[in-house]
Nanobody
Framework: QVQLVESGGGLVQTGGSLALSCAAP????????MGWFRQAPGKEREFVAA????????HYADSVKGRFTISRDNAKNTVTLRLRGLKPEDTAVYFC?????????????????WGQGTQVSVSS
């Protein structure tokens, strides 16, 4: 069982920045690829970004490519999503997720463990 706890959401103006963090206590963190997803009101949850087990490979949704950066620190059991150039359409609840996978993989679906979510709101 993997418990994930997100933090760092908030309200920002268009063009602003935020950093979301996800903590995953335990000694198996480096066996999991980590991802971030988001769900806007009235919409389905969508993939945002993923990072491989060792942090060497990343993958982004086209809508955030060049604006968001995912990274991880396996020594601290944390994964971070840095959001820049925020737009009103980025407003959503952001979820951290984990999946046991092979080295180098950055899945966009099939995650097994989820955090409770953190709200990001971008005002126009």
């Amino acid at each position: 069982q993997v418990q994930l706890v997100e933090s760092g959401g908030g309200l920002v103006q268009t063009g602003g920045s935020l950093a979301l963090s996800c903590a995953a206590p335990g000694d198996t963190f480096s066996n999991y690829a980590m991802g971030w997803f988001r769900q806007a009101p009235g919409k389905e949850r969508e993939f945002v970004a993923a990072v491989s087990r060792a942090g060497r490979v990343t993958h982004y949704a086209d809508s955030v490519k060049g604006r968001f950066t995912i990274s991880r620190d396996n020594a601290k059991n944390t994964v971070t999503l840095r959001l820049r150039g925020l737009k009103p359409e980025d407003t959503a609840v952001y979820f951290c997720a984990a999946v046991w996978t092979v080295t180098g993989a950055t899945p966009i679906q099939g995650y097994d463990y989820w955090g409770q979510g953190t709200q990001v709101s971008v005002s126009s």
